[in-house]
């Protein structure tokens, strides 16, 4: 069975920093897009980057120069580097996943279970 599990996430102080991982488990064919979303309270899940398999990167507009995405293929595993962090940031992170298991040969897009994340002084 494929799991996404996420780590990383806390309270940190406006202005810090917090690096967030999330590694991908189970009979996996391959990964293509990998990425982070997030959830604040009263507001609708949103994309915060993506990175392709190649290592191409989108950035929500807020984070661009803050936040930097990246990945590492052989672990399955995909990263989340934020610095200068803002209240506004706070949110339940989501780690996503475009993938094939090995069992079914069919892509789909799997999710975490989430790691908050507290920007608070």
């Known amino acids: 069975q494929v799991q996404l599990v996420e780590s990383g996430g806390g309270l940190v102080q406006p202005g810090g920093s917090l690096r967030l991982s999330c590694a991908a488990s189970?009979?996996?064919?391959?990964?293509?897009?990998m990425g982070w979303y997030r959830q604040a309270p009263g507001k609708q899940r949103e994309l915060v980057a993506t990175i392709t398999r190649g290592g191409s990167t989108n950035y929500e507009d807020s984070v661009k120069g803050r936040f930097t995405i990246s990945r590492d293929n052989a672990k399955k595993s995909v990263y989340l580097q934020m610095n200068s962090l803002k209240p506004e940031d706070t949110a339940v992170y989501y780690c996503?996943?475009?993938?094939?298991?090995?069992?079914?040969?069919?892509?789909?897009?799997?999710w975490g279970q989430g790691t908050q994340v507290t920007v608070s002084s």
């Open positions: 189970g009979r996996i064919y391959n990964i293509n897009i």
């Open positions: 996503n996943a475009h993938l094939i298991p090995i069992t079914t040969m069919s892509p789909g897009y799997y």
